[in-house]
């Protein structure tokens, strides 16, 4: 049998903030083991027999986080990243990659739809699953792996069972996330399981499903990728079709109304890795019950999960608490409260604060930069530039810049002059002028920036030349 996998990495993993943030969300982190969930994930499908590289359906802000990790485990197969101008939830993304996958010279019969940020502990077992479900999927259903329950969790959609076939069952219904009685009764019962929002399925049913249910999604969703635009390492839905397709879930749109859903049980060591308390639930403990990451000193502490990205975290006496620090922000919470992470990730978007985005090392494509300092009318910033790579050749409104040398040679244009910097040297770009940074050597190339001006944000960059392809005038 041939297969499409199709990672979607288009979440945000709001209640894993403060980590997980919107510019550089949890499926791309190292959230304490050795690799990021996306990676992961790659490697899972990676695995299984007979499986091709997969299809990634990301955003335009993540598209060289996705592509660097991608091309890590898959060398050489760039193009296989569809880009969403602006997120529509799941149905529209894989009818997207349906098509995708039709359109190619030697179309699968399947696809396998993983989301990019789950944890799976047995991969054996979940490839035979996967061919279980492929034995149903031959059979014309639209398949969705649950997973046996293991609590009465409220955080997750659960599953009913149906009729028994071959190697699953019938799919009676959906159940939107329960509250806490409705949970026990359905753990108490037998029968239902949680959604795991992963399918296998064929290509051409799933589109004569959405067609049917959700017309209007399937239309946008065809015009945005018959107008679509490729360029080396990325497809580009067209922006006006996709920007008016409603924004609906595979399950809505499509699962809970069609004739032709089916479920395979999975009991593989599952988790979504959605909030704190699953994080810790799923980590290695000490002999306290603690999780610990980073710079940790605990006394008295127990249940807790303790997560440093660069200060010393000094617990005392604190049971069950999520403690979280990552340089400009630290989160408190109760472990039976991290639910509600988001409310606070709502009140600082509703702020409008940058700490909902951004950590303070933001990641480009060229390496990356962290804001050292901020004042009135200065900025400081230490960035830090990979060997061949290159910022767009610029030019700013409202600031002046001086860089400094810290490690590495740089190749610095300031207008017509071109000059080669080393270590200790440095330069001066006044407001207004046309300039480019690049590292020319085989080490990374540090330096540190110091910008004055009555405007320090980043949009007050011009670009005229661009070697990722990010927006010009």
């Given at each position: 049998?041939?297969?499409?996998?199709?990672?979607?990495?288009?979440?945000?993993?709001?209640?894993?903030?403060?980590?997980?943030?919107?510019?550089?969300?949890?499926?791309?982190?190292?959230?304490?083991?050795?690799?990021?969930?996306?990676?992961?994930?790659?490697?899972?499908?990676?695995?299984?027999?007979?499986?091709?590289?997969?299809?990634?359906?990301?955003?335009?802000?993540?598209?060289?986080?996705?592509?660097?990790?991608?091309?890590?485990?898959?060398?050489?197969?760039?193009?296989?990243?569809?880009?969403?101008?602006?997120?529509?939830?799941?149905?529209?993304?894989?009818?997207?990659?349906?098509?995708?996958?039709?359109?190619?010279?030697?179309?699968?019969?399947?696809?396998?739809?993983?989301?990019?940020?789950?944890?799976?502990?047995?991969?054996?077992?979940?490839?035979?699953?996967?061919?279980?479900?492929?034995?149903?999927?031959?059979?014309?259903?639209?398949?969705?792996?649950?997973?046996?329950?293991?609590?009465?969790?409220?955080?997750?959609?659960?599953?009913?069972?149906?009729?028994?076939?071959?190697?699953?069952?019938?799919?009676?219904?959906?159940?939107?996330?329960?509250?806490?009685?409705?949970?026990?009764?359905?753990l108490a019962t037998g029968g239902y399981y949680w959604n795991s929002g992963m399918f296998?399925?064929?290509?051409?049913?799933?589109?004569?499903?959405?067609?049917?249910?959700?017309?209007?999604?399937?239309?946008?969703?065809?015009?945005?990728?018959?107008?679509?635009?490729?360029?080396?390492?990325?497809?580009?839905?067209?922006?006006?079709?996709?920007?008016?397709?409603?924004?609906?879930?595979?399950?809505?749109?499509?699962?809970?109304?069609?004739?032709?859903?089916?479920?395979?049980p999975l009991d593989v060591g599952w988790s979504d890795l959605g909030s704190w308390a699953?994080?810790?639930?799923?980590?290695?403990?000490?002999?306290?019950?603690?999780?610990?990451?980073?710079?940790?000193?605990?006394?008295?502490?127990?249940?807790?999960?303790?997560?440093?990205?660069?200060?010393?975290?000094?617990?005392?006496?604190?049971?069950?608490?999520?403690?979280?620090?990552?340089?400009?922000?630290?989160?408190?919470?109760?472990?039976?409260?991290?639910?509600?992470?988001?409310?606070?990730?709502?009140?600082?978007?509703?702020?409008?604060?940058?700490?909902?985005?951004?950590?303070?090392?933001?990641?480009?494509?060229?390496?990356?930069?962290?804001?050292?300092?901020?004042?009135?009318?200065?900025?400081?910033?230490?960035?830090?530039?990979?060997?061949?790579?290159?910022?767009?050749?610029?030019?700013?409104?409202?600031?002046?810049?001086?860089?400094?040398?810290?490690?590495?040679?740089?190749?610095?244009?300031?207008?017509?002059?071109?000059?080669?910097?080393?270590?200790?040297?440095?330069?001066?770009?006044?407001?207004?002028?046309?300039?480019?940074?690049?590292?020319?050597?085989?080490?990374?190339?540090?330096?540190?920036?110091?910008?004055?001006?009555?405007?320090?944000?980043?949009?007050?960059?011009?670009?005229?030349?661009?070697?990722?392809?990010?927006?010009?005038?």
């Open positions: 049998m041939k297969f499409c996998p199709v990672i979607l990495c288009g979440g945000f993993g709001t209640r894993l903030w403060p980590l997980s943030r919107s510019h550089y969300p949890k499926q791309f982190m190292d959230l304490g083991g050795r690799r990021s969930l996306f990676s992961d994930t790659l490697i899972r499908v990676k695995d299984m027999p007979d499986m091709p590289p997969p299809l990634v359906i990301c955003n335009e802000e993540q598209r060289f986080l996705a592509a660097a990790q991608l091309q890590a485990e898959y060398p050489g197969h760039a193009g296989r990243i569809i880009l969403e101008p602006l997120g529509r939830n799941t149905a529209p993304a894989i009818a997207v990659a349906a098509l995708a996958a039709l359109h190619a010279e030697t179309s699968p019969p399947f696809l396998l739809v993983l989301p990019s940020d789950h944890a799976i502990k047995d991969r054996t077992l979940f490839a035979q699953a996967v061919v279980k479900a492929a034995d149903i999927a031959l059979n014309g259903r639209l398949v969705v792996f649950g997973i046996q329950p293991t609590k009465a969790e409220t955080g997750y959609g659960w599953l009913e069972r149906g009729d028994a076939l071959e190697t699953g069952y019938t799919l009676r219904r959906f159940v939107e996330k329960p509250c806490r009685k409705d949970a026990e009764a359905m296998l399925f064929a290509p051409q049913l799933y589109l004569q499903e959405l067609q049917r249910y959700a017309p209007e999604i399937y239309a946008h969703s065809l015009a945005a990728f018959e107008g679509r635009r490729t360029d080396t390492d990325f497809i580009h839905l067209d922006n006006t079709a996709f920007s008016a397709c409603p924004s609906d879930s595979i399950d809505y749109a499509v699962m809970e109304k069609t004739a032709y859903a089916a479920m395979v699953a994080l810790y639930a799923m980590s290695d403990k000490d002999k306290n019950g603690n999780v610990r990451v980073g710079d940790i000193i605990a006394e008295d502490t127990a249940d807790t999960y303790l997560h440093s990205s660069g200060r010393l975290i000094a617990a005392l006496g604190i049971h069950d608490m999520i403690v979280v620090e990552t340089g400009d922000t630290v989160l408190v919470a109760d472990k039976e409260r991290t639910e509600d992470v988001k409310k606070l990730v709502a009140r600082l978007a509703d702020e409008k604060r940058a700490e909902k985005d951004v950590h303070l090392r933001v990641l480009r494509p060229w390496g990356w930069y962290e804001t050292l300092a901020l004042g009135n009318r200065f900025q400081v910033k230490r960035i830090m530039v990979n060997p061949g790579a290159a910022l767009s050749l610029q030019m700013h409104h409202h600031r002046a810049e001086h860089w400094v040398v810290v490690s590495g040679t740089g190749e610095i244009a300031v207008g017509d002059n071109v000059v080669l910097l080393h270590e200790d040297q440095s330069t001066y770009i006044p407001l207004g002028v046309k300039h480019r940074l690049c590292n020319p050597g085989r080490m990374p190339l540090e330096i540190i920036e110091v910008q004055s001006g009555a405007y320090l944000d980043e949009d007050d960059i011009v670009r005229f030349e661009d070697h990722y392809g990010r927006f010009m005038p």
